[in-house]
């Protein structure tokens, strides 16, 4: 399940997979995800981030786990 607190901006993950993590973090943080490797899409995870996390941030922590690999350009972020 992916639990977002509108009113407080945090964002909870519990064994979300990277593909509805992303389809948040869109809707969120005004962006766009492209995975270009799709087996990327079904890695899970359990974060749990504060409103004061940017995407920077969440995406930065969520990488260091070495699941994955971003590249980011304006509002287009590539997931590889």
């Known amino acids: 399940m992916v639990a977002s607190a509108w009113t ?3 964002h909870f993950f519990n064994e979300n997979t990277l593909e509805e993590i992303t389809r948040q973090l869109e ?5 766009r ?3 270009r490797n799709e ?3 079904e ?3 359990y ?3 504060r409103k004061e996390n940017t995407l920077a941030d969440i995406l ?6 070495r699941k994955f ?3 980011q350009k304006g509002d287009i972020i590539e997931i590889y």
């Not at 809707?27 to 962006?31: A, E, H, S």
């Not at 930065?60 to 786990?65: D, R």
């Open 43 to 45: 890695l899970k995870f």
């Open 69 to 71: 690999t971003y590249k």
């Open 27 to 31: 809707k969120n943080f005004d962006v």
């Open 47 to 49: 974060e749990d981030f």
């Open 60 to 65: 930065s922590i969520m990488s260091s786990t």
């Open 39 to 41: 087996e990327k899409k």
């Open 8 to 10: 407080t901006g945090a």
């Open 33 to 35: 995800f492209i995975f």
